[in-house]
């Protein structure tokens, strides 16, 4: 019984115990709460990926095909629900009758939103919404005037829905445009019926000289709406128009018997996602059978870089803080061996009393273990509130001083996401517990080894 007491005793009467107990608070806070957010953003990515993305894609098609013939195809397999066809390309937007082209990019890096540089999405409406959630996203806009006019025929632009002074302007009504709620924030040049010019270009072989050429190709666009898909990079930089409209651009016109439906992309939609790589390479074989160009992807295929960078960042992150729990248990370690060096001659005392060396060993390991365990309960129970008040806190901090610990709509994020794990908080407490007890078991066998003789005479 008298290491139990006599441990305690030597702990509480040197308060420098208290720099490992708080060391390993510390340490244990910043494991559980840095985590706990990373894991939170994961899923949030995960979510906003997943969102955005069909379940599997065809991409590095050539356009040389039809996509009806495909679409048959890909229909046979038992797995594929839906199948919707896609043009992939890119351009520069400019306001029309607006700003220009740097008071725009200006203006919008106010939103992290840095450059006029889209890709433009050619979709089949109809087809799209049964392999994508489309039709959620354009009915998740508040604001009446960037809502699309139609939600059956969202790129369907009335002469009525253009502003008056592009009423004038056209021969025609232009196709319409959808552009993200996010890009289009604050802007009020934005709002259904306003005029965008898209510049970008296509290869075209000259036919004089036979060699390849860009063909610059310049488009008036009407916004027909806005739409939010919650997946930031998607959101940011992707520009959604009808399908047929790129298929004008690249010469094929839908009025056109001779023309084919092209596409370059071709999202599609399981019954379920769980043999997802399988259909994926049933697929495969099949286009490869027929002669058909491109790939099939699963969405995690295609997002496989973000997915191992983010999943990469988090492993480095528990890394360094698990070298934190390690320093943290140096502290302890030092202010172990302080306190053997001060109670040598108290250790002779007690060998000569008859105090075992396992006996001595055990009260300086209890002091040790004692601080750790202290520490790792503090810490616990400071990381999981600090999760759970890491909203409020920033949001009053952003409200009375404009300035906080994470930015408002931080990637694209409403609140500050957190994934709180029991098997989490088990793992740290045992590695901060165990870490401890290494680090306390040095300086006990240093105290157990002691001659007491040597240790009576010690001063």
């Not at 702990?11 to 510390?26: A, E």
């Not at 006019?149 to 302007?169: C, M, T």
């Not at 005392?349 to 006996?359: E, F, H, N, V």
């Amino acid at each position: 019984m008298y290491k139990y007491f006599l441990g305690l005793k030597f702990l509480l009467s040197r308060k420098i115990n208290l720099l490992g107990m708080f060391g390993v608070l510390v340490a244990v806070w910043a494991l559980i709460t840095v985590l706990s957010i990373f894991k939170g953003f994961i899923r949030e990515v995960n979510m906003q990926v997943r969102g955005a993305a069909s379940d599997l894609v065809l991409i590095g098609h050539k356009m040389d095909r039809s996509y009806e013939e495909v679409e048959k195809l890909l229909l046979r397999d038992p797995n594929v629900r839906a199948v919707a066809p896609r043009i992939s390309w890119f351009g520069l937007l400019y306001v029309r009758g607006g700003m220009m082209r740097g008071q725009y990019v200006g203006e919008t890096e106010k939103g992290s939103r840095s450059t006029n540089f889209f890709r433009i999405l050619g979709i089949d409406y109809m087809r799209e919404k049964e392999v994508s959630g489309i039709s959620h996203w354009l009915s998740a806009i508040p604001e009446e005037q960037l809502k699309v006019a139609n939600l059956q025929d969202p790129f369907r632009i009335e002469a009525r829905d253009l502003p008056k002074r592009d009423r004038g302007d056209f021969g025609q009504v232009p196709p319409g445009l959808l552009m993200s709620l996010d890009r289009i924030g604050n802007e009020r040049i934005f709002a259904r019926g306003r005029a965008l010019t898209i510049a970008s270009g296509r290869r075209i072989r000259n036919p004089e000289t036979g060699k390849i050429e860009v063909q610059p190709i310049k488009r008036t666009f009407a916004l027909a709406g806005a739409f939010h898909s919650g997946h930031y990079d998607f959101d940011n930089g992707t520009l959604l128009v009808d399908i047929e409209v790129l298929r004008s651009i690249f010469g094929h016109d839908p009025e056109d018997e001779d023309s084919l439906d092209i596409f370059n992309e071709v999202a599609i939609a399981l019954h379920g996602d769980q043999d997802a790589l399988g259909t994926s390479r049933r697929l495969n074989t099949l286009l490869k059978d027929h002669g058909i160009s491109g790939k099939i992807f699963t969405w995690q295929q295609r997002q496989q870089k973000l997915l191992q960078a983010v999943s990469h960042e988090q492993g480095l992150m528990k890394l360094i803080l698990f070298v934190l729990m390690v320093v943290a248990s140096v502290l302890i370690f030092a202010t172990l061996s302080m306190m053997v060096s001060e109670k040598i001659h108290d250790i002779g005392i007690l060998s000569a009393l008859g105090a075992t060396r396992k006996g001595v060993a055990t009260i300086f390991l209890l002091c040790g273990l004692t601080t750790a365990l202290v520490g790792t309960v503090l810490g616990c129970v400071a990381g999981y509130f600090s999760c759970l008040y890491i909203n409020p806190v920033n949001d009053y901090l952003w409200t009375h001083y404009g300035a906080g610990l994470f930015p408002p709509r931080l990637f694209g994020l409403e609140k500050i996401p957190y994934v709180l794990e029991f098997s989490w908080f088990l793992q740290v407490s045992l590695f901060a517990l165990g870490t401890a007890f290494v680090f306390s078991l040095l300086p006990a066998l240093r105290a157990a080894r002691y001659d007491p003789v040597k240790a009576l005479r010690h001063e």
